[in-house]
């Protein structure tokens, strides 16, 4: 039983075209996250929702929106594709305030390729 | 801020030989920190955290780190590698307070040799 899922797994598209990645986690946690990881695996936060509301909001394009419907799900739509959107987006999951700060569960991936 | 300098990029290390990968942190607040691995085409996968108390940590691998608040460092070990553990290795960094955001490293990717 995944306990942070994301998808599409892989996506290929064409520049100026818009996409969706949904993440879903079923541990109970009460903030998630979106991170990028670019070709040289270099990690970088984007956002960060507790209990649907939005707490962390980094030098992000307003092309990405982040949406929580609820505490469990949170996905990341990107309008207008450019070529360095390529890279693969992490969700994550983790449970705010539990003196586990930074203990947080990651899902597989989703690796978005812009041609 | 925090910020994490992983000043090795890459590592080979000979199977059944100790490696450590080197990770110094950036804070003027009191920190956690901890080490993540990514295995190939997977996400990341906590192995240790050091929150308070014993400076030395373990994880069930035979991984080990050591914060060192005095040269702001947090060394990972291992006396003897196996082919298993071959995969990108993350320092990260978060303050006490605040929003807790989770500041990566750029990684390093430890390679066995056989």
């Known amino acids: 039983d995944t306990a942070v899922s994301q998808t599409p797994k892989y996506l290929v598209t064409q520049m100026g075209n818009d996409k969706s990645i949904k993440c879903e986690q079923n541990?109970?946690?009460?903030?998630m996250y979106w991170y990028k990881q670019d070709s040289k695996k270099f990690l970088k936060i984007m956002f960060s929702?507790?209990?649907?509301?939005?707490?962390i909001n980094e030098t992000v394009p307003n092309r990405f929106s982040p949406k929580s419907p609820d505490k469990a799900h949170l996905n990341l739509h990107i309008n207008s594709l450019e070529l360095g959107d390529s890279a693969v987006y992490f969700c994550?999951?983790?449970?705010?305030?539990?003196?586990?700060?930074?203990?947080?569960?990651f899902g597989e991936g989703s690796r978005l390729t812009v041609l | 801020a925090q910020s994490v300098t992983q000043l090795d990029s890459q590592v080979p290390v000979f199977e059944e030989a100790p490696v450590e990968l080197r990770c110094n942190y950036s804070?003027?607040?009191?920190?956690?920190l901890f080490w993540y691995v990514q295995y190939p085409n997977q996400g990341l996968q906590l192995l240790l955290k050091y929150l308070s108390g014993s400076t030395l940590v373990k994880s069930i691998n035979g991984f080990e780190a050591e914060f060192n608040k005095s040269q702001t460092s947090f060394h990972l070990r291992k006396p003897s590698v196996h082919i298993s553990d071959t995969a990108e290795y993350f320092c990260?960094?978060?303050?006490?307070?605040?929003?807790?955001?989770?500041?990566f490293g750029t990684g390093t990717r430890l390679t066995i040799i056989p």
């Open positions: 994550a999951s983790s449970q705010r305030g539990s003196g586990g700060a930074g203990e947080l569960f």
């Open positions: 541990l109970g946690h009460d903030t």
């Open positions: 990260a960094v978060s303050g006490y307070f605040g929003n807790e955001k989770l500041t």
């Open positions: 804070s003027s607040v009191s920190v956690y």
């Open positions: 929702y507790n209990n649907k509301e939005l707490i």
